[in-house]
Structure formats: structure tokens, C-alpha cells
């Protein structure tokens, strides 16, 4: 079973901490996360806790939350801003536990009304 399979499409990144352990999170929900002494272990345990959310979410009767599709209807679009918005953009997209790509998607979503075909 693939990585994409296990996180159910979900983009998991794997860094060395401070401390010298690797942790794992989900690039577009940085609150789910795991860590562990080796890479591998840091990916298994996110598998574990990945389940373990999914759970909770069933148990309280709420959508699991879907990862972003990948490549499907979606264009680039690049916007070049200052430092100062860029810096804000990020820390509220993690507050919101989300990618910042996805933070300003939304964002943009949420301000104009989009036709549809």
C-alpha cells in the first residue's frame, strides 16, 4: 500500500527536529503529527495517528476531512506580495492547521462568486 493510500491522499512531510527525533505531519494539517527515531518510524506512527483521527472524527458524527485533489481542475497562479502579507498568510494557515496554498484558496474561494460551466 502506498503512502497516498495510507494518508488517504494527504502529502506527509518528515524533518529532524531540534531534539534530534523525526517528525512527521501532514503538509495541508501540520496538526496531525508524529514522531519517532528514524524516518520510517515517524511515517508509521503518522499512519497510526492518521487513524486515529479518523476515528474521532466518525465517533462524533463529522466528516473526515479530504485531501486537496491533486491537479484536477486546478491552474497555477502565482501572485507576487511583500513579506510582511506572506508572513501573516502563513501563520494564519497554520493557526488553521492548513497548507498555505490551500489557506489562500480558500480565502479566495470565500471573496468571489465562481461560475460554473
Do not use: C
Not at 18 to 23: I, K, N, S
Not at 47 to 63: D, F, L, N, Q, T
Not at 74 to 84: E, G, L, R, S, T
Amino acid at each position: 500500500m502506498s503512502e497516498k493510500d495510507v494518508f488517504d491522499g494527504f502529502n506527509a512531510n518528515v524533518f529532524l527536529d531540534e531534539d534530534g527525533d523525526y517528525l512527521a505531519h501532514f503538509v495541508e494539517m501540520p496538526n496531525v503529527s508524529a514522531f519517532a527515531d528514524t524516518p520510517e518510524g515517524a511515517l508509521r506512527e503518522l499512519a497510526i495517528a492518521w487513524k486515529g483521527v479518523k476515528e474521532s472524527y466518525r465517533k462524533h458524527h463529522e466528516p473526515i476531512p479530504k485531501a486537496p485533489a491533486q491537479g484536477e481542475g486546478k491552474a497555477p497562479f502565482k501572485v507576487a506580495i511583500d513579506a510582511q502579507l506572506y508572513h501573516a498568510l502563513t501563520n494564519e494557515a497554520e493557526k488553521s492547521g492548513m497548507s498555505l496554498y490551500t489557506f489562500v484558496a480558500q480565502k479566495l474561494k470565500s471573496m468571489v462568486s465562481v461560475v460554473q460551466d
